[in-house]
């Protein structure tokens, strides 16, 4: 069996054919039914259970008015969702989500990109470089977002002490409602751009080094390279990141809820948020699943646009 | 996964096009990489400067947890304290404080999450991979289909779930929704379709059933994918702040994430121990990553685009 399993370490990589073979009988197709859906059976206990389930019990509270009491759970129809199309909040949230979203994509897309081109030059201490961008994504958030508390406190942290040491005056950033959207989006930019910058390192490690020996034959410098090979071929991954980026960003909650609470006045406030007060400190449950289905709804419809715009590049 | 290096010319040795042919080899290239081209030195420049910048939230905050209280307090602000460092900000935070319980906490159900999530998954893809069952297509449809779906989108009704089930505040409430992960059940997929299926086919021929195959040849064959998948459901839940802020108060069950967000005001204006609780809550994931840096980085690069 040990060089059997040898054998397949190396041929790993063939596609194996997953489809049925042509002389395959009734029975044994009965027989494999009912093993294949043995086996997908744990996962699909806990999927119905605690996906699929809330999911659709989620659309009915969305037409009730149920409250965390147990009281008002028959059906009301719409009002909840024309209550929350019409309530000031909510479009606030929903355009701070949009606005953190595209706020935060673009430096954390260009940001990962120049960190992963600067690493792979292949100086000395790579694991130091890898260390410094990447640790911070391995932070829970509630620990990123105590350490940029800390860096952002007006008269004790290290921001306005820096400024101060360059003559600009300080400012009490998470507190001022001109400020807080932009010091929320660079501690989102040092906790999670290491990943992208994962990716796209991967995706450089990945490019042919002929393509390089070959443009350096034809008298290609560095800088031509760069502009010729290396962002040409990172063109995919970019749309993959761009893609997973936004999904990500339209979902913050956490570092914004632990800095600001959503504040000051609602400037920061996320969609999320609105989710979260509106069922567990307003105790909606029916209110809040409305609100939860629109979220749901815009990140679907960014989602299916996003895909449909890219593959339709591709093709072209 | 070492770094390669892709040798390219610079301004101090540069092939004449076409008439070097294979003289120009890469060895020769990386000599020349030697000399310091000034786009050099800007790179490495900028390198140094943001490897700095990154660093330097994390400096401060080891900073001010060894610093006393009446220092971190104190202005103008000092980078290096007058008054020497201390250890006192950890001993009371380790004295007083549930850190060390809610390391336990994380480490518990971080542990339940992966072994669960890993278990239920790799069993469910080897099916969506190699069983040919009546209705595999329309099942694994609906199981990317699902990878859409917000986690925020569930916190209410899995909320009022838990409540029926009596599950409000135990390990299992934190548990159960984060073994559900479609994304991972995609990845293994994809994977396990890539397994030679002539050992299978060998194996069974033999007489060994379904379960044997999977568990003797395709999970030995998978180690890789598997760790890799392992790692990034880990990470997930240790630094999972939302749905287990929602559904523990017993401060005794909390996750360490969960923890410090409820303490950070009990610490009020201690801001050394603020920064101690901080600072212990991060230590175990980076000296688990200073071990094991290039398996974590090849986990992420694998599960990355499906996981997200």
């Known amino acids: ?316 | 996964m070492t770094t390669t290096v892709a040798p390219q010319p610079n301004a101090a040795y540069r092939p004449g096009p076409r008439r070097t042919g294979r003289l120009s080899a890469a060895a020769n290239l990386r000599v020349g990489e030697r000399f310091a081209s000034p786009g050099r030195i800007v790179a490495i420049v900028a390198l140094v400067v943001m490897a700095v910048g990154w660093l330097l939230p994390f400096l401060w905050a080891v900073v001010t947890s060894f610093k006393s209280e009446a220092t971190a307090a104190a202005t103008p602000v000092t980078l290096l304290p007058p008054d020497g460092f201390t250890t006192d900000a950890y001993t009371s935070v380790l004295r007083e404080g549930n850190v060390p319980l809610w390391t336990w906490n994380s480490l518990v159900t971080a542990v339940a999450i992966t072994a669960l999530t890993l278990a239920v998954s790799a069993l469910a893809a080897y099916a969506l991979a190699r069983v040919d069952f009546t209705g595999r297509k329309w099942l694994f449809w609906v199981i990317v289909a699902s990878i859409i779906v917000p986690p925020p989108v569930l916190i209410v009704p899995l909320f009022y779930e838990m409540l029926a089930l009596n599950l409000v505040d135990t390990y299992w409430a934190i548990i159960l929704p984060q073994v559900v992960n479609p994304a991972m059940v995609f990845i293994l997929k994809k994977f396990f379709e890539q397994v030679p299926i002539e050992l299978e086919d060998a194996a069974r021929m033999d007489g060994a059933g379904r379960l044997r195959v999977f568990w003797n040849i395709v999970l030995p064959l998978s180690r890789p994918i598997l760790a890799a998948v392992g790692i990034f459901v880990f990470i997930a839940a240790w630094n999972n702040f939302l749905w287990p802020f929602i559904i523990t108060s017993d401060a005794s069950l909390m996750t360490l994430p969960v923890g410090l967000q409820t303490v950070k005001s009990a610490y009020g204006l201690q801001y050394a121990q603020t920064m101690a609780a901080a600072v212990l809550a991060a230590l175990p994931l980076i000296i688990v990553f200073l071990f094991f840096q290039r398996q974590i980085i090849r986990g992420f690069s694998t599960t990355g685009f499906g996981g997200q």
């Not at chain 1, 910058?197 to 393509?211: D, G, M, R, V």
């Open chain 1, 1 to 316: 069996m040990s060089s059997a399993t040898l054998g397949a370490r190396t041929g790993r990589g063939r596609t194996g054919s997953a489809a049925p073979a042509p002389t395959v009988t009734g029975a044994l197709r009965t027989r494999d039914t009912r093993i294949g859906w043995a086996f997908v059976a744990p996962f699909l206990v806990v999927f119905v259970m605690f996906l699929l389930w809330p999911l659709l019990h989620g659309l009915w509270l969305s037409f009730t008015g149920q409250s965390i009491t147990g009281a008002g759970g028959e059906f009301i129809g719409f009002a909840n969702y024309a209550e929350a199309l019409s309530d000031p909040i909510m479009w606030r949230s929903m355009l701070n989500t949009v606005w953190f979203t595209v706020l935060s994509t673009i430096p954390l897309v260009l940001v990962g990109l120049v960190m992963a081109l600067l690493v792979f030059q292949g100086l000395p201490g790579q694991w130091l470089w890898r260390l410094s961008f990447f640790m911070p994504f391995l932070l829970a958030s509630t620990v990123a977002a105590q350490f940029w508390i800390w860096m952002y406190n007006p008269q004790l942290g290290l921001v306005n002490a820096m400024l101060g040491v360059v003559g600009i005056e300080g400012q009490a950033w998470l507190q001022d409602p001109q400020w807080a959207m932009i010091a929320v989006v660079v501690e989102t930019l040092w906790w999670t751009v290491g990943f992208n910058f994962l990716l796209y390192l991967t995706a450089l490690q990945n490019i042919p080094e002929q393509q390089y020996e070959a443009s350096a034959l034809d008298g290609a410098g560095r800088w031509r390279q760069l502009w010729a090979i290396t962002l040409p071929q990172l063109g995919p991954t970019t749309v993959l990141i761009v893609l997973l980026q936004v999904l990500a960003s339209l979902k913050v909650f956490d570092q914004i809820y632990i800095m600001t609470q959503g504040g000051p006045g609602g400037t920061t406030r996320p969609v999320v948020q609105y989710i979260f007060e509106s069922g567990f400190t307003g105790y909606r449950f029916g209110y809040a699943s409305a609100i939860a289905y629109v979220f749901f709804a815009v990140i679907v419809i960014i989602a299916v646009a996003q895909l449909r715009f890219t593959t339709r590049r591709d093709h072209a």
